[in-house]
């Protein structure tokens, strides 16, 4: 069984940090694609940033040089380091993997919020 589990979220004032990191159990998440998700209130979800097992990256244009992702290994699992962070970056966070065997899979999500 495939799991996903985010931690990190909470509170930050603009222009703060915060790193999210999501641990897989069940599969090795370097296999295919992971990445994170987010989803603010009264909108759909968006994807920001993944990497594949090549190790190419994608990153949305909003967080592009704010959000950086890295894989951790070791613990089967990957971060999200989040700095200068906005009120719009609000929202709640997915670990978000995609498998060939196992296809896609979320983590429960962990709240973020920036104030002003």
């Known amino acids: 069984q495939v799991r996903l589990v985010e931690s990190g979220g909470g509170s930050v004032q603009s222009g703060g940090s915060l790193t999210l990191s999501c641990e897989g159990s069940g599969v090795p998440l370097d296999s295919f694609i992971i990445g994170w998700f987010r989803q603010a209130p009264g909108k759909e979800r968006e994807g920001l940033t993944c990497?594949?097992?090549?190790?190419?990256?994608y990153y949305k244009d909003s967080v592009k040089g704010r959000f950086t992702l890295s894989r951790n290994s070791a613990r089967n699992g990957m971060t999200l380091q989040m700095n200068s962070l906005k009120p719009e970056d609000t929202a709640v966070y997915y670990c978000?993997?995609?498998?060939?065997?196992?296809?896609?899979?979320w983590g429960q999500g962990t709240q973020v919020t920036v104030s002003s």
């Open positions: 978000h993997f995609v498998g060939i065997s196992v296809g896609e899979k």
């Open positions: 990497i594949n097992k090549e190790g190419d990256f």
